[in-house]
């Protein structure tokens, strides 16, 4: 069936502004803001001292204290239009102070529009959070102290868990509208770093990728049309890279119904599939879907009739979303997954799926679907149905529908969220795709093939545009020679959307598309891209800046990578060169106290998920897959290599460039990594000692994630028992907890110095022999350079002659006497929340009196854990039933930082903000900066020479 409610029927009836405005980088000479309009304008950004209440559209009694030039809009279709607005101003801005912004927008000389004429200050937009207040920002602290920073990752609109970047505008809400706060802010953030994931481009929903196409094809008025081989059995390891050998299909939901896409069967991606994002206009109208909820309106109101004309399109019940699978074009039938259905000659038509689909059996379904179940080829194709993606996301169709359209209801508030506060965004794989550029084999495969190579360029064009521009707006327009790729690209997309068809041609299948005119132009995005030369790309998408007194540090870790350990094994990262590239010497100014390095992957992880769960399951999925067909051609199925299959692409996995970056980030001295992907949230510590220095360089680790998107094992472990959990994770499986520790050398000919030795007896040294000590140790000392982990470092009890004496216990494995020092020395573990529960639990409502008092320290153990059992278990039930615990937490969450300074020592605080699972009405408070249900205190005092982990040296 045809989408219920195309843009074009309702394009008319919606605001100038599509998306927006959103603050994104403010500092001391420069302020900026984006902004998506659905029709050419000029645009001029003016800054305003405090808080401001205009009193009518004109503004008469306005002040304005710095405004822009007036500056066109970037056109990118016919009917999307962008602008980043700069504001400079010729000298430091007065840290800690209220500043509020406009908009104008001009046709020629003409003033025709601003935000207090376009109704976004009025209910229900309220755009500054109180009515009629234009939004604002707070000019960052000179301070650590004064200083605070929201941060989080990975927000999918059909995820598990509410939205936490709606939740954080409760969090920042009473600072505009208490009394006593409005004037001294306490809880908004100066600072909303995104690390990572802000858009699931490769795991969209059914529900929401129809409109992804129609309402991007519409705004640009031109469709892309998609190079597929000519012959459609052809997987991408044998699409000759020649003209005459593809097709051009064009990126329509008729031609590419939902769920059907066989995206790495063509691309050679390995991750989602069936509602990957693939064209250019599908991942622009997905940001505006993701940050704004203009593009969900029906209609939207009038100064007369506010309310009643105020109303969101109805999304399609799952049996209609799953008529339109059935519903496919029989020209571009052989390039989609195949799908059962009666008759595959019956009308179209006539195709119709069940009432009460989504309640069925799996039988019911299958005799529903066909009345025949008995035909032998039939059985086989319903098997086949059975374990496709396509009845998967048929059964959680309706929890999925629910879950965006939750979703949709905070987007108010998330939208109030980046129009008052300053963002920098970093991307990751799902912004792009899960398995980017996972392994150098998939690299190649993929940047050598046309759609695997087309969706990439799209994803990141799209993320220049809605990301990057606004992360380093000087950067992006410096007209230098050798410093102006970034400008050139923007400049360039807008010729690239031309060559597109017009939207009106409906040939949905192209076999004579004419690449002369396309061919330049690509060539040129692939030569700024780096997607041949990934050294020195022309185009960066690191960026930097001063906060305060801290500077940050945005790394990018997907473009930079280096597969030098083989084209298989995990990557480093980030290259040598673009290490030194992002992180360069001399990298602190004068005056600044302490350096944010923001990495989309955690660079102090947990590692058990990351040594041990996720390689051992990429080993089974290998194992696995060796023993299937490499590929399906009926089903337009790919099996991948277990090393692409799942994340192995965490820093500590390669060892080498994880201790490159370690030493790299410890000239900083004192760093705090925030880093998101993961899916849970945890703060860990890391003092790390290089030779010869008197003290170590403190690291803190603070993971946020998801902002909406709970993994299944998430909530499994969020589920356990929080006591056994604790003592699990605490006191075996994951012995880091406690503290994890690991030695090192870079030199050749130190290297070739270390042997280990064996105690044999307290003080008897022998040469350890193969088989007396652990392999891992003998690999650690084949590698270049050598890093060996003490964390299982084995220890003997020797039993004294005098069985009265104590036994000792004594390093069983050990070094020899005249071994060189270790180049480096570092200790790490993974902090619990320490507050006591009366603390923990402030903001709770008084229907929990249980949890206002502490159990005593000893009621675990003895006569006084079996009388207080019940109490215990009670107590630890409510802490995994609404996901409230000490070390990790699994669910959707966005994080608060700031600092404390207590007889000159500096400690770091990270709050989460969650709504615990507690029923109605008591499920609507995420706490406070006071009160937060999850806080984590990491000192960022430097430990002494003294401190370091001892180095197991024989006699010693």
């Known amino acids: 069936m045809p989408l219920q409610h195309p843009l074009s029927t309702r394009f008319a009836d919606l605001p100038l502004i599509l998306c927006g405005p959103m603050l994104r980088r403010v500092e001391a000479d420069r302020i900026s803001v984006w902004v998506a309009l659905k029709a050419q304008r000029d645009v001029v950004l003016e800054i305003y001292a405090g808080y401001c209440s205009p009193s009518g559209a004109a503004f008469p009694e306005k002040q304005v204290l710095f405004a822009s030039s007036q500056t066109p809009t970037l056109r990118i279709g016919e009917h999307l239009h962008l602008a980043l607005l700069s504001v400079e101003t010729n000298g430091p801005i007065t840290p800690g102070s209220i500043f509020s912004y406009n908009l104008l927008f001009f046709e020629g000389a003409q003033e025709t529009e601003n935000l207090v004429s376009l109704g976004l200050l009025q209910s229900p937009e309220l755009l500054g959070f109180k009515a009629g207040q234009l939004p604002s920002f707070v000019a960052a602290p000179e301070q650590l102290e004064k200083l605070r920073i929201a941060h989080g990752s990975c927000r999918k609109p059909h995820g598990r868990g509410r939205d936490a970047l709606a939740i954080l505008a409760t969090v920042m809400e009473p600072d505009f509208i208490e009394p006593d706060r409005i004037h001294d802010p306490r809880s908004r953030p100066h600072y909303l770093f995104h690390t990572g994931d802000q ?53 329509i939901s008729a031609a590419l119904p939902p769920g059907r896409r066989a995206t790495n069967f063509y691309s050679g991606f390995t991750g989602e599939e069936g509602n990957h994002l693939y064209s250019f206009a599908e991942f622009c109208a997905a940001y505006l879907f993701q940050w704004c909820d203009v593009l969900w309106l029906e209609k939207y109101f009038d100064d007369a009739t506010r309310q009643a004309a105020f109303r969101y399109i109805e999304l399609p019940a799952a049996e209609a979303v799953f008529k339109d699978r059935i519903n496919d074009n029989s020209e571009t039938r052989p390039y989609l997954f195949g799908l059962v259905k009666k008759g595959e000659e019956q009308e179209k038509e006539k195709a119709e799926v069940p009432a009460g689909w989504d309640t069925m059996s799996e039988e019911e379904r299958t005799l529903a679907l066909n009345p025949s179940p008995t035909d032998p080829v039939l059985v086989d194709a319903l098997k086949r149905y059975g374990e496709s993606r396509e009845q998967q996301s048929a059964a959680d169709a309706p929890k999925s529908r629910e879950r965006v359209l939750e979703f949709r209801a905070g987007l108010k508030a998330v939208r109030r969220v980046l129009a008052n506060t300053p963002s920098i965004m970093s991307f990751d794989d799902h912004d792009i795709t899960d398995d980017w550029y996972i392994t150098g084999r998939w690299s190649k495969r993929v940047l050598n093939n046309r759609l695997g190579e087309t969706i990439i360029r799209n994803g990141l064009l799209a993320y220049a545009l809605f990301q990057a521009w606004g992360n380093d707006p000087k950067a992006w327009s410096d007209k230098t020679p050798g410093n102006d790729a970034p400008g050139k690209l923007l400049e360039s997309i807008p010729a690239y959307v031309q060559l597109f068809k017009p939207l009106s041609d409906e040939e949905l299948v192209n076999r004579n598309k004419d690449l002369a005119q396309y061919a330049p132009i690509t060539a040129a995005f692939r030569k700024a891209l780096g997607f041949d030369e990934s050294d020195k790309p022309p185009v960066k998408w690191n960026c930097s800046l001063r906060i305060g007194a801290a500077k940050v540090f945005v790394l990018d870790t997907r473009t930079r990578r280096d597969f030098s350990a083989g084209q298989d094994a995990p990557p480093n990262l980030l290259r040598k060169e673009a290490l030194i590239e992002q992180i360069p010497d001399n990298a602190m100014p004068i005056g600044t106290e302490l350096a944010f390095v923001v990495s989309g992957a955690p660079v102090l992880g947990l590692a058990v998920m990351e040594s041990i769960g996720q390689p051992t399951v990429s080993r089974v999925l290998e194992i696995k897959n060796s023993f299937r067909e490499k590929f399906d051609i009926g089903r337009r199925k790919v099996h991948h290599t277990g090393s692409e299959s799942l994340d192995v692409e965490h ?10 970056v370690l030493k790299r980030c410890a000239t900083l001295k004192k760093v705090v990594f925030l880093a998101g992907d993961v899916h849970y949230g945890i703060t860990s510590e890391m003092d790390y000692w290089v030779k010869g220095a008197p003290e170590a360089a403190r690291f803190v680790q603070l993971v946020s994630s998801s902002l909406k998107n709970i993994k299944p094992e998430g909530q499994m472990l969020g589920l356990l028992p929080a006591a056994l959990t604790q003592v699990a994770l605490a006191g075996g499986l994951n012995r880091e907890f406690a503290c994890l520790t690991s030695i090192g050398w870079e030199k050749e000919e130190e290297i070739k110095a270390l042997k280990l030795r064996v105690q044999t007896e307290p003080g008897q040294f022998a040469d350890a022999r193969q088989g007396q000590f652990p392999t891992r140790y003998a690999y650690a000392l084949s590698q270049k350079a050598v890093s060996v982990s003490l964390r299982d470092w084995p220890l003997q009890e020797f039993q004294p002659a005098d069985p009265a004496a104590p036994v000792q216990i004594l390093p069983r494995i050990v070094f020899k006497q005249d071994c060189p020092e270790p180049a480096f020395r570092w200790s790490m573990k993974v902090l619990p929340d320490e507050r006591t529960d009366a603390a923990r639990f402030a903001a709770l409502p008084a229907a929990f009196p249980q949890l206002a008092a502490d159990l005593p320290p000893h009621v675990y153990s003895g006569n006084a854990y079996k009388a207080g059992l019940q109490t215990i278990l009670s107590r630890n039930a409510f802490f995994s039933r609404t996901h409230i615990n000490r070390f990790v ?20 605080l990270h709050s989460m903000f969650f709504i615990p699972d507690l029923p109605p009405p008591d499920n609507k408070n995420p706490g406070s900066l006071a009160t937060p249900f999850v806080q984590y205190r990491a000192s960022l005092k430097k430990k002494l020479l003294a401190e370091r982990p001892a180095f197991p040296l024989e006699g010693a």
């Open 199 to 251: 858009i699931y481009a490769d795991d969209c929903t059914d529900f929401m990728i129809q409109h992804y196409t129609d309402a991007g094809n519409y705004l640009l008025q031109k469709v892309e049309e998609l190079p597929f081989p000519l012959n459609p059995e052809l997987d991408f390891s044998k699409q000759a890279d020649q003209h005459a050998n593809y097709v051009w299909i064009q990126a």
């Open 651 to 660: 820093w500590s996995i390669h060892e080498a460039g994880f201790e490159a």
């Open 889 to 908: 937490n699994w669910y959707s969450h966005v994080a608060m930082i700031h600092f404390e300074k207590k007889e000159e020592e500096l400690s770091v």
